[in-house]
């Protein structure tokens, strides 16, 4: 009884540690989506500047 609660008390611990890793990978694919969508804004700008030059 004592062996599984033990286990059981790692167990939550291990999935708490996997769900801080899985919202800061998250939050870095969501940091580099935005730093793309804006990379391609611009480059939509320059080549459409050219349009109007």
Same mark, same amino acid.
């Given at each position: 009884m004592l062996v599984s609660n033990?286990?059981? =008390?790692?167990?939550?611990?291990?999935?708490?540690k996997m769900k801080e890793r899985l919202e800061k990978m998250k939050r870095t694919v969501r940091q580099q989506r935005? =730093?793309?969508?804006?990379?391609?804004?611009?480059?939509?700008?320059?080549l459409s500047s050219d349009d109007y030059s």
């Open positions: 033990i286990s059981g =008390k790692l167990m939550s611990q291990l999935m708490e935005a =730093k793309l969508h804006i990379i391609r804004i611009c480059i939509t700008m320059l």
